[in-house]
């Protein structure tokens, strides 16, 4: 075999192995949804509270120093959900005009739709209250699974920082001794890049609240702060999530008042907010290099979601963000971490190899022009001297 022959297995049998492991991949993470979501979001809390804990080891020993940022975490999450929770009391006390508002317009839509379609929403909407008790049980199914979920984290995020160098023993166990250097310089990098891209993505969120919050409070609308920040965190869900945020103001706008203007507005100043976000904050406040193109963001979210729910849809585009940074630094797959950015080439490679060949090819053709025109020459002058 000489050294320039290919050593690796064919197209036939390579791309069965690769869609053999995706789809075991997809099953496992599947059926393992209520340990890896977890841990995925203990991955990305570890990742943002390492800084943080590393300043603190060099003050305290190394548990005190985790604990303590733990408890800063949850302190941060507690105060925000105890703001949320007073706006949505305020929420809570317009229940009852919204819900004769909502049986207004379902009285009128039944009409309607009776009277067009011949369908009887009524009807419809005693069907599913009849699955009722079935909802109970799933909801409480749910709020068990949420309390579970908020005891793992911090158990998982405490082990992550104390075992960290466990972790990174391993990982450089499992390359040889010549490539530490590039392992390390990849860990290095993909550190440094996922916290300020996620650093950046929780001040971008924090903005757009704010902003979508200010816009609902001087628009008028009912429970501005929590509608502003839901949208706030919907807009993490790129293109899909924005469509929510605008929904939920103009809807709520409709069940509480007449006309439209107010909604016209609201749309308004989403869009502006919208255009802020997406040249102004997402190109200075989040990395640059950690830019994943719309076509991917749409379908990694909706991947993500039928994967994992809707927790899978929050946690698509961070991850999708980490496997970018490590494409990009991984010579063997950044043409991966190029189709998930969002670098567009004026032309592509294949245009650029063509160009090249047909300059070969050109300067081939001009130096065999070049040795014909010189042999005929010496034949021409001996034909002429004879």
């Known amino acids: 075999m000489t050294p320039n022959q290919e050593t690796g297995f064919p197209l036939y049998i390579k791309l069965p192995l690769i869609l053999l492991g995706l789809v075991l991949t997809t099953y496992i993470l599947s059926g393992l949804a209520d340990i890896l979501i977890p ?8 990742i943002l509270l390492n800084p943080l804990y590393v300043r603190m080891e060099k003050k305290i020993p190394k548990v005190p120093a985790i604990i303590f940022s733990i408890l800063l975490a949850i302190f941060f999450l507690v105060g925000l959900f105890y703001f949320l929770s007073t706006q949505i009391a305020g929420f809570v006390d317009k229940v009852p005009l919204i819900q004769k ?11 309607w739709s009776n009277n067009h379609f011949g369908i009887n929403l009524k009807k419809q909407i005693a069907s599913i209250d009849s699955g009722g008790s079935s909802l109970v049980r ?34 450089f166990n499992i390359f040889a001794e010549k490539h530490s250097l590039r392992v390390a310089e990849i860990l290095s990098e993909t550190k440094a890049a996922v916290q300020s891209f996620m650093q950046g993505l929780m001040i971008e969120t924090a903005i757009v609240c704010t902003l979508n ?53 609201v749309i308004a ?17 989040v990395s640059k290099k950690v830019q994943i193109n719309a076509l991917i963001s749409i379908v990694i979210v909706l991947l993500g979601g039928a994967l994992w729910g809707i927790a899978g849809m929050f946690l698509s585009i961070p991850f999708i963000g980490v496997l970018k940074i490590i494409f990009d630094r991984v010579d063997e797959l950044k043409p991966w971490g190029k189709l998930l950015g969002d670098e567009v080439p004026t032309e592509h490679v294949g245009m650029v190899w063509q160009k090249r060949w047909d300059r070969i090819f050109r300067t081939m053709q001009k130096k065999k022009a070049l040795v014909e025109q010189q042999n005929v020459e010496p034949k021409q002058a001996s034909e002429t001297g004879g």
């Open 269 to 285: 100043s989403y869009l502006v907010i919208q255009f802020i976000d997406n040249n102004i904050l997402v190109p200075r406040i």
């Open 39 to 46: 841990l995925a979001f203990a991955v990305l809390i570890a």
């Open 101 to 111: 508002k909502v049986s207004a317009l379902m009285t009128y839509a039944d009409q």
């Open 138 to 171: 799933s909801t409480l199914g749910t709020i068990l699974g949420t309390l579970s979920v908020v005891v793992l984290i911090p158990i998982y995020v405490f082990m992550m920082l104390f075992y960290k160098p466990l972790i990174l023993d391993f990982l």
């Open 213 to 265: 919050s200010i816009a609902l409070i001087v628009i008028g609308v009912p429970s501005a702060v929590v509608i502003g920040v839901i949208g706030g965190l919907l807009n993490l869900l790129p293109y899909i999530g924005g469509l929510v945020a605008i929904a939920l103001p103009v809807l709520m706008l409709t069940i509480t008042r007449e006309g439209y203007s107010a909604q016209l507005l």
